[in-house]
């Protein structure tokens, strides 16, 4: 028997009607149909409580319900604020898992994904992307805008391992 694989959604804006953005929909729906692939996938959706509704993890969890996912392939991870925080989260929730560990998200977004939760000891690769919903320069601003984001993230990494501490002054696990 092998490990049960895990895949992280990384969450997206939330709409102020409560509904799941473009974006968040599109992550949710290229995650499940990737999960349907694996045998018996465990399925985290990340994301706390923006600006408007219920927490982004909430909502993808009743839109991966709505695909046809069962609860009990849904672990909700709702405290991460932002992709650095969630990564860590995830890390923490995912501490001695033995399958593989999958990164859902934009593929703007993926190389961050996947490299922050290596950062923190996983073991993990990206899923297959949604398709594009911006237009050609608008990927290009995202793409720049990660560019920009990563070095960033894996410096705040290094900080916490050498200090013992995450950037907003927790100490490690």
Do not use: N
């Amino acid at each position: 028997m092998t490990a049960r694989p895990a895949i992280i959604i990384f969450g997206a804006a939330v709409r102020p009607d409560g509904g799941p953005s473009l974006t968040l929909r599109r992550r949710v729906k290229a995650a499940a149909a990737f999960g349907a692939t694996l045998a018996d996938p465990l399925y985290i959706p990340t994301g706390a409580q923006g600006r408007h509704g219920p927490p982004e993890a909430e909502v993808m969890a009743r839109l991966l319900q709505d695909l046809g996912v069962p609860g009990e392939a849904i672990r909700q991870e709702p405290s991460g604020t932002d992709t650095l925080s969630s990564a860590r989260a995830c890390a923490r929730l995912l501490r001695g898992h033995e399958g593989p560990v999958w990164a859902a998200s934009s593929g703007y977004h993926l190389p961050r994904c996947v490299a922050l939760l290596r950062a923190f000891g996983l073991p993990a690769r990206a899923a297959p992307a949604p398709e594009a919903a911006h237009g050609f320069l608008d990927r290009w601003w995202w793409r720049a805008r990660e560019g920009a984001a990563l070095p960033y993230d894996l410096a705040l990494v290094l900080w916490e391992r050498a200090t013992g501490h995450a950037p907003e002054g927790r100490p490690r696990d």
